[in-house]
């Protein structure tokens, strides 16, 4: 039950958004482009991240590049 204690995992990596243009969901209300956020689990498709509302969530990997330039 990984998902009960994420906000308090320690930090995978720190991703930074590079768009909210989503087909299916709308995503510009939790992500900002521009912005670096920590990565608290990763699977093949997905960062789970926390997001602008301050809860963790799961987000396609293409929103994202790896870095925090």
């Known amino acids: ?6 906000q308090d995992r320690q930090t995978v990596k720190r991703v930074k ?3 909210t ?7 510009n209300r ?3 482009p521009g912005k670096v956020y920590d990565v608290k689990n990763e699977t093949e498709e997905f960062y789970f991240i926390i997001d602008n509302s301050g809860k963790v969530g799961g987000y396609y ?3 994202f590049t790896e870095g925090n330039e």
């Open 21 to 27: 243009d989503a087909n299916k969901y709308i995503v």
């Open 1 to 6: 039950m990984i998902h009960l204690n994420w």
């Open 61 to 63: 990997k293409d929103y």
């Open 30 to 32: 939790v992500l900002t």
């Open 17 to 19: 958004c590079v768009h």
